[in-house]
């Protein structure tokens, strides 16, 4: 397998971030789930999507892979994305759209090195009763404007994903890589879905008003720099109701600079949304550079915080941890309520440098207790002799924040798991909680973008009332969803949040 150590600080926007359990549940009727027009008495209105990765509204969630290094029309790395929709049977290989820059209705056209589907998201933007695909392409070159980024709109409906429209970007000169992050989210309270859009600036914008004939408003801007500024811009992008007022509030994470020279920490800052939209609550030593998660952990109706912070955070030689910052009427509390490693009792697997626990992470119930449950990876782990292969580990969600209790581990060495664990795999570079068969558990969807010597591929294991199980699991690779392996496809690199 190849190994590229180049992607350890650039992988992150393709990961997730995930928006899940508080938001597709506890936010139903009103945040991320269609959010109902604000119309006079009497007109009429479509119904709500009924979640916001339902593309084709058939009551089922669906499975979004991004394979940014996919060649496209003889243009290597311009990158695809595949959706597989779920069924009462979860997905398959063949029931599937792929979208790229070549694709019919969509904008542009497919070029070297864009990487269309360097950041994705969802939600029922010009609610019609069926969730759109937000698809960033962060080395877009915008006219005279190398790696200006840009950002598509991919339009849900009763036969799937088809059509799309630009995002325009606000600020076009000042900064790179329009569409490095996204989130989705009611951030004003008017009831109508708004797009969250970062970039390598200290700025991130929020889009109102979009619809496949109604060009995005750029309302509302969140500066997210801490005293002299940002660094590198906001790395990942998350939205849930942390103080459970029914608006959405926004999670940026990244590296932020202090006003001591050439000094900076990572970081996660929260804006509560409101009227005049997002504002800032709170800023969070997590440790995290470009990893977050929201959900209701311990299931008090708020929605909480999980990040993942790179090894060395905790001590000097910890291989990655995950904290939990709970939500509250307030907003979210600046002290974290638990930091685990693999060194805490009860994680599995042992606490080694450079493992990188917490590299992805997902929140969703997958045992159907009304809490969130944690997949978290550490994608660099060594397997037996296979260095870098990768494992993800499921933490319950309990009263009290995630339990280790019942915690589970997976590799490609894990019985029921196909294929073998082998060095430079990457097993667990994404990762997706997400109910694909419509049981009421998540199932948990893995992404091993280095399978293969760049290949990538995707895991599907069903979740049931006492866990993840291998019984059933679905694999698939590049070929299988009509993808070309010229070069390195990565499918796997990313997936919707």
Known sequence: MKHDPAGVRTRTHL????????????????????????????????????????FNGDGVRDLVTAAPGATVGGKAYAGAVVVNYGSASGISAARRTVLTQNTAGVPGGAEAHDEFGSALASGDLDRDGYADLVIGTEKEDVGGDKDGGGVTVVWGGKDGLSGGSSVPDPTPSAHDAFGLSLAVGDFDGDRRPDLAVGSTGKDVWIH?????????????????????GIVGGARVLASGDLDKDGTADLVVGGSYATDEPSAYFDGTQVFLGGEAGPVRQAVLRSGAYETAAVGDVDGDGHDDVVTGASPGSVRADDGGSVSVWLGGPDGVRTQAAQTLTQDSPGVPGADEPDDWFGHALSLDDIDGDGRADLAVSANFETIGAAELAGSVTVLRGGPAGLTTTGAQSFTQNTAGVPG??????????????????RDGRADLAVGADAENAGDGGVWLLPGTSTGVT???????????VGLSTAGAPRLGAGMLR
């Open 420 to 437: 073998t664990a082998e060095t430079g795999d990457r097993f667990g570079w994404s990762l997706r909680l997400t109910d694909v068969d």
């Open 470 to 480: 291998t019984r059933n699991t679905v694999n698939f690779g590049p070929s299988s």
């Open 208 to 228: 109102e008003g979009l619809g496949r004939n109604t060009p995005a408003t750029a309302r509302h801007k969140v500066t997210a720099d801490l005293t002299t």
């Open 15 to 54: 990961l997730t971030a995930a928006l899940t359990t508080g938001l597709l549940t506890g936010l139903l009727t009103g945040l991320l789930t269609g959010l109902l027009t604000a119309l006079p008495a009497g007109t009429a209105t479509a119904a709500p999507a009924g979640f916001a990765d339902d």
